[in-house]
């Protein structure tokens, strides 16, 4: 079984720009959640995403947004980016019914100038 | 509010002797845990986890241990070995089964051979 895909794998942008990341999780899962990672902050939860409907949010700006389609894939959006964007970004997929642990993607690094 | 804490950022062990990761959290409302191990430029891989209703989990040379008393888990690897050095992620859900992780900040595990 293939796991969980993220593109692109490294990013970089210029403040004021938006960037659009995409993920792929693994077959049957229905559950997408991403997570933002920066040194000493671990991994800060951004969203969570079951059968296309956010069912989760973290305590993120309205600059981040995300959507999920109806093959599961999802996309997260960062608009109108900062220097503290800069960041390591992971998807994450689960069957999201029941307690079970998460897979997660290598992440897309984002560097914003 | 970090609601899980892991507050050693870095741990070394020698190669063969038992390594302690400790976690706290302040969420009683948290009933299921789980480690995840990092390496770099890699997305966090399952190790194990437990639910709020058992004291201890083993798998082969993991075991984590929770005291719900004391909001506090541990990861016991036992032996340790090099190939164990890597980022150790604790992370809790609950709260009425929301399936939203949230992670810790890490602690560095360093094992000298």
């Known amino acids: 079984k293939a796991g969980v895909t993220q593109t692109p794998r490294y990013l970089i942008k210029t403040r004021g720009q938006q960037v659009t990341l995409s993920c792929s999780p693994i077959?049957?899962?229905?559950?997408v959640s991403w997570y933002q990672q920066t040194p000493g902050q671990g991994l800060q939860f951004l969203f969570e995403?079951?059968?296309?409907?956010?069912?989760n949010k973290g305590n993120f700006p309205g600059r981040f947004s995300g959507r999920q389609f109806s093959n599961s894939r999802s996309e997260m959006n960062v608009s109108t980016l900062e220097l503290g964007d800069s960041a390591l970004y992971l998807c994450?997929?689960?069957?999201?019914?029941?307690?079970?642990?998460?897979?997660f993607g290598p992440g897309t690094r984002l560097t914003v100038l | 509010d970090q609601q899980v804490k892991q507050n050693s950022p870095s741990l070394s062990v020698q190669e063969g002797r038992i390594s302690i990761l400790n976690c706290d959290y302040t969420?009683?409302?948290?009933?299921?845990f789980l480690w995840y191990k990092k390496y770099p430029a890699e997305g966090p891989t399952f190790l194990i986890s437990?639910?709020?209703?058992?004291d201890k989990n083993e798998d082969g040379r993991f075991t984590v241990f929770l005291n719900k008393s004391a909001k506090h888990l541990s990861l016991h690897i036992v032996p340790s070995q090099p190939g164990d050095s890597a980022v150790y992620f604790c992370?809790?859900?609950?709260?009425?089964?929301?399936?939203?992780?949230?992670f810790g900040t890490g602690t560095r595990l360093k094992v000298l051979a």
């Open positions: 994450a997929s689960g069957q999201g019914v029941s307690y079970n642990e998460q897979f």
């Open positions: 077959s049957g899962h229905r559950s």
């Open positions: 995403y079951f059968s296309e409907t956010q069912r």
């Open positions: 969420n009683s409302m948290f009933d299921y």
């Open positions: 437990i639910s709020s209703i058992k």
């Open positions: 992370a809790a859900s609950g709260t009425s089964g929301t399936y939203k992780y949230i």
